[in-house]
């Protein structure tokens, strides 16, 4: 589960790089892109948090589900 949030975060971290960095209008725009990343970053783990720990606590009540049918 923290391999998966990690890469959720790294992969939205890397995909707002590339958009502050190829589109024009946005370059023009920022000026320290490494303080954008970080937050992003942290947001993006947050949300990836909350969304594991939902599907965590599915995972376990289909698994009680199972064991008791």
Same mark, same amino acid.
């Given at each position: !589960?923290?391999? $998966?949030?990690? +890469? &959720?975060?790294?992969?939205?971290t890397l %995909?707002? @790089? +590339? %958009?502050?960095?190829?589109?024009?209008? &946005?370059?023009?725009?920022?000026? =320290?892109? /490494? @303080? %954008?990343? &970080? +937050?992003?970053?942290?947001?993006?783990?947050? /949300? $990836?948090?909350?969304?594991?720990? /939902?599907?965590?606590?599915? !995972? =376990?009540?289909?698994? $009680?589900?199972? &064991? $008791?049918?």
């Amino acid at each position: !589960m923290l391999l $998966a949030r990690l +890469l &959720i975060a790294g992969l939205t971290t890397l %995909l707002f @790089y +590339l %958009l502050i960095t190829f589109v024009s209008d &946005i370059k023009a725009n920022v000026q =320290e892109p /490494i @303080y %954008l990343l &970080i +937050l992003v970053f942290i947001v993006a783990f947050a /949300i $990836a948090t909350v969304f594991f720990v /939902i599907f965590s606590l599915s !995972m =376990e009540t289909l698994l $009680a589900c199972f &064991i $008791a049918d």
